[in-house]
C-alpha cells in the first residue's frame, strides 16, 4: 500500500509537475483519482453488458435462422422425394410407351457415335466440313433420355451416312487450302480419290483430323508415283492410271518412318563408314586388277601369235630370256625361266591378295557393329525398361545395319576377288604353259629330233 501510495503521488507529481504543500492537498489529490478509476470502472462494465446484449441478440437471431433452414431443408426433402417417386413413375410409363423404340434408339447411339469419329478421321470432311456435329447431336440428345432427335436431324444423320458411302467411290476435285513448304496455306486444286488418297500438283497429302489442315507427307513414294499423279491431275477426260493406298494412309504413314539409304547408313555409325571404305577401296582395287590382267591376257595372246618379241608384255619377256639362254643345257634354262615366271607373278598378283582380305574382314566388323549396337540397346532397355517395343526394334534394328553393310560389301568382293583370281591364275597358266613348250623343244632338239614349230 505504501508503494502504491508513493507511484501515485509520482504520478501526480509528474504529470502537473506542481508542488505539494500541505498533506491535505494530497488526501484531496487521491481522493480525486479515486473517484475517477471508479467512473471509468462503470463505463467498462456498462460497455460490457452492452455487448453482452449485442451478442445474446446475435446468438438469437442465428439460433432463429437456424431452426427456420431446418425447417426448409425438412420442406425441400419432402419435395424432393414426391418428385423422384413422380420421375421414376414418368419412367415406367416412357418405357412402357417406347417399347421396342428403346432399342432402336440404342442402336441410333451406337451408329452416331461409330460414324461420328469414323467421318472426323475420313479425308472426305477436308472436302464437307463439321459433318460429326449431326451425329454428336443425336447421340446426346439419345443419351440424355429426356429429349429425342427430330425428324430432320434423322434425316441429316442417314444422308450423311449416304454421302460417305457413295463419296467412297467418287473421285472429285476441290479448291482447299494446303500447307506449303514455306508453312503458309495456299489455295489451290485437290482431287480426293474416293476415301483413299488426297493428291494435289502430283504431291500425296495427308489429312490432320485435329486440325482439319492438309498438309504433304514428309516422304512421298517414289517419283513414277507422284509422276502418274501429276499425270492425272492434268488430264481432264479419259483414263488414267495412279497409285492409291488402299489402307487409307497406313502405308504412306509407313513410308515416312522408313528410312532412307542415306539414313540406314548414318544408322551403321563409324563401323559402317570404315566397312564401307574398305569396300570402296577394295572395288578400286579389284577394277584396276581386273583392268590390267585383261590388258595383260590380249598381249600375251598377241605375242603369242606374233614372232617378234614384244618387251612391254610378260611372254614376250619370257621369250626374251629364253633367247638369252638356250645354249644353256635343259636343267639351267628350265630354272632360267622359272625365275622369269616368277618375277612375272609379283607384279600381276599385286592386291589380290589384299581383296581377299577386305572380303573376310567386312563381314566381321559388321558383326562388331552388330554387338556393339546391342549392348547399347540392352544398356537403353536396362534404364528405361521394356514399356515400349518400338523403341526396342528401332535399337535392335539400328545393331543390324552394320552387318548387312559387312554382307553387301563381302558378297560382291567376293565374287570380284574369284574373277580377278582367275584370270590371274590363266595368264600363270599360259606362261608356265608357253615356257613348258621351250624348254621341250630344246630337250627334243638336244635328243636329235627335229621340232616343227
Given at each position: 500500500m505504501v508503494r502504491l501510495l508513493t507511484a501515485l503521488i509520482a504520478i501526480s507529481f509528474c504529470q502537473q509537475s506542481l508542488a505539494i504543500e500541505t498533506v491535505g492537498d494530497l488526501l484531496k489529490m487521491i481522493e480525486q483519482g479515486r473517484i475517477e478509476e471508479s467512473r471509468e470502472h462503470k463505463a467498462r462494465e456498462a460497455k460490457f453488458l452492452s455487448n453482452k446484449r449485442q451478442q445474446q441478440k446475435l446468438l438469437n437471431e442465428t439460433v432463429s435462422q437456424r431452426k427456420a433452414a431446418e425447417r426448409l431443408s425438412e420442406k425441400l426433402e419432402a419435395h424432393y422425394d414426391d418428385n423422384e417417386q413422380q420421375i421414376n413413375k414418368l419412367k415406367v410409363r416412357l418405357d412402357d410407351r417406347m417399347g421396342s423404340l428403346k432399342e432402336l434408339f440404342g442402336h441410333l447411339q451406337t451408329t452416331a457415335g461409330t460414324y461420328s469419329g469414323q467421318l472426323h478421321h475420313s479425308i472426305t470432311s477436308s472436302q464437307y466440313k463439321n459433318?460429326?456435329?449431326?451425329?454428336?447431336?443425336?447421340?446426346?440428345?439419345?443419351?440424355?433420355?429426356?429429349?429425342?432427335?427430330?425428324?430432320n436431324e434423322l434425316e441429316s444423320l442417314w444422308y450423311e451416312i449416304q454421302r460417305e458411302i457413295i463419296a467412297s467411290g467418287q473421285i472429285e476435285r476441290f479448291n482447299a487450302k494446303v500447307i506449303g513448304s514455306s508453312g503458309q496455306p495456299q489455295q489451290q486444286e485437290v482431287i480426293r480419290l474416293g476415301t483413299f488418297n488426297l493428291i494435289s500438283q502430283g504431291v500425296y497429302l495427308q489429312f490432320v483430323p485435329e486440325t482439319g489442315k492438309l498438309l504433304p507427307y514428309a516422304k512421298q513414294p517414289p517419283s513414277h508415283y507422284a509422276k502418274s499423279a501429276l499425270?492425272?491431275?492434268?488430264?481432264?477426260?479419259g483414263f488414267s492410271g495412279i497409285g492409291v493406298d488402299p489402307t487409307r494412309g497406313a502405308i504412306l504413314n509407313a513410308l515416312v518412318d522408313t528410312p532412307s539409304l542415306i539414313e540406314r547408313i548414318e544408322q551403321g555409325g563409324l563401323i559402317g563408314y570404315f566397312i564401307l571404305a574398305l569396300g570402296c577401296v577394295a572395288f578400286i582395287l579389284s577394277i584396276e586388277r581386273m583392268v590390267r590382267l585383261l590388258v595383260t591376257a590380249r598381249k600375251i595372246n598377241k605375242q603369242a601369235q606374233s614372232k617378234k618379241i614384244d618387251l612391254r608384255n610378260p611372254l614376250g619377256r619370257i621369250y626374251k630370256v629364253y633367247e638369252d639362254n638356250r645354249h644353256l643345257d635343259v636343267e639351267a634354262l628350265e630354272l632360267k625361266l622359272g625365275e622369269a615366271i616368277l618375277k612375272e607373278k609379283l607384279p600381276l598378283e599385286r592386291f589380290i591378295?589384299?581383296?581377299?582380305?577386305?572380303?573376310?574382314?567386312?563381314?566381321?566388323?559388321?558383326?562388331?557393329?552388330?554387338?556393339?549396337?546391342?549392348?547399347?540397346?540392352?544398356?537403353?532397355?536396362?534404364?528405361?525398361?521394356?514399356?515400349?517395343?518400338?523403341?526396342?526394334?528401332?535399337?535392335?534394328?539400328?545393331?543390324?545395319?552394320?552387318t548387312v553393310e559387312g554382307l553387301a560389301v563381302a558378297v560382291p568382293i567376293i565374287l570380284i576377288h574369284a574373277l580377278v583370281n582367275s584370270r590371274y591364275k590363266h595368264i600363270i597358266m599360259v606362261l608356265e604353259e608357253q615356257s613348258t613348250g621351250l624348254v621341250a623343244a630344246i630337250a627334243e632338239k638336244d635328243r636329235g629330233h627335229v621340232v616343227s614349230s
Open positions: 459433318r460429326e456435329d449431326i451425329f454428336d447431336n443425336v447421340a446426346k440428345k439419345v443419351a440424355q433420355s429426356d429429349t429425342l432427335p427430330s425428324i499425270n492425272f491431275q492434268d488430264k481432264a477426260q591378295s589384299s581383296i581377299k582380305i577386305v572380303a573376310v574382314v567386312a563381314p566381321l566388323l559388321g558383326l562388331l557393329g552388330t554387338v556393339t549396337g546391342m549392348i547399347n540397346t540392352f544398356q537403353a532397355i536396362t534404364l528405361f525398361g521394356t514399356g515400349d517395343p518400338k523403341l526396342m526394334a528401332g535399337g535392335i534394328s539400328q545393331a543390324l545395319v552394320t
